[in-house]
């Protein structure tokens, strides 16, 4: 098979398109011949040395696929319910860049009705993310008040749509107008660009000072301080990545005082079990809201496989609103 490998740590030019052996499917598992392939900011840092694949798993990036099942565990996929030709797509550990991939039976999902394998293909990486953290990890509740870092990323335009459809309010930071605008057409009720607005300032103006009941962080850094001070009481933050940086100091007391919860989480490296649950839930949850067009994939770009490095390059300039894909 053809697939995108990472031929040495580095820039995207180290993303280059090589002969593979054919993966075979083993027990619990389909191979899935690929449509399109999503693009992740971990795909990135894996290229960059600082995120290799679980032990047994693809070193070949790539979280999540869409395509047709073409072999597997005939009992497994008779128990999910799912048969050879399905379109499906899934949350991988690795080797979605390529033109075969094998996936755990229970960590696909079929295509919701209504979108193409490539839409299908967006899905996977930030759904099971935002459902995992923002719902299974810091309980968000309708009517309580999120506060998303990124609004104009893939995780930040699911984070949006789910919350909002699920009864939420939703404020974002951005760092364009541009971008804020395209967080409030997606149903955002507030955005703030954080390059021209203090977002401690604004998120306590906004909620007359009472202040969000979570928070979805991709940045950590000196930004868990300042967003203690945005938590309402018994707030949570749901710390997804940390991207500026891993070390932060924060008033202890404020988290003692107004019963605040930090949390931490990563997806990658959790068993199946664990994924498989979250992906119950998108079925029986968030599915049927896709169907029913309520939240719509957001696919800033699709490359050709071929060009996956400058689908990296667009992901590390920031000015991409929603999902990258490639195309095989």
């Not at 099942?69 to 550990?93: K, N, P, S, W």
Request: glycine residues 10%.
């Amino acid at each position: 098979m053809q697939a995108i490998a990472i031929t040495e740590f580095g820039g995207p030019e180290v993303l280059q398109r090589t002969d593979c052996p054919d993966p075979v499917a083993g027990p619990g598992q389909v191979l899935i011949r690929v449509a399109a392939s999503g693009v992740n900011r971990p795909d990135v840092v894996q290229r960059k040395g600082h995120y290799p694949a679980p032990p047994g798993e693809s070193e070949l990036p790539g979280l999540e696929i869409a395509g047709e099942i073409i072999a597997g565990d005939a009992e497994a996929m008779q128990q999910a319910g799912f048969a050879i030709g399905d379109q499906v797509c899934a949350l991988v550990a690795g080797g979605g860049y390529a033109e075969l991939c094998v996936a755990p039976v229970a960590q696909c999902l079929p295509v919701p009705t209504g979108l193409s394998l490539i839409e299908a293909a967006s899905l996977p990486e930030t759904f099971y993310t935002v459902w995992s953290n923002v719902y299974d990890r810091a309980r968000l509740q309708p009517g309580e008040t999120l506060l998303v870092q990124g609004g104009s990323s893939g995780i930040g335009v699911t984070a949006i749509q789910m919350a909002k459809a699920r009864g939420s309010r939703v404020i974002v930071t951005a760092g364009s107008d541009e971008k804020c605008q395209a967080c409030l057409a997606l149903g955002a009720d507030h955005a703030i660009n954080y390059k021209t607005q203090d977002f401690v300032e604004q998120v306590l103006a906004i909620t007359d000072g009472k202040g969000v009941d979570v928070v979805l962080d991709m940045v950590a850094g000196d930004y868990v301080a300042r967003e203690v001070k945005c938590l309402a009481e018994d707030g949570r933050i749901v710390i997804i990545a940390v991207q500026g940086g891993t070390k932060a100091e924060f008033n202890a007391g404020l988290v003692l005082t107004r019963r605040l919860s930090i949390i931490g989480s990563t997806l990658r490296k959790q068993p199946v079990a664990f994924k498989a649950a979250i992906a119950q839930q998108l079925r029986q949850q968030v599915w049927p809201l896709i169907e029913a067009g309520s939240i719509k994939p957001v696919i800033h770009s699709a490359f050709p496989a071929a060009e996956a490095a400058q689908a990296h390059t667009l992901m590390e300039s920031n000015q991409h609103i929603g999902k990258i894909v490639l195309t095989w």
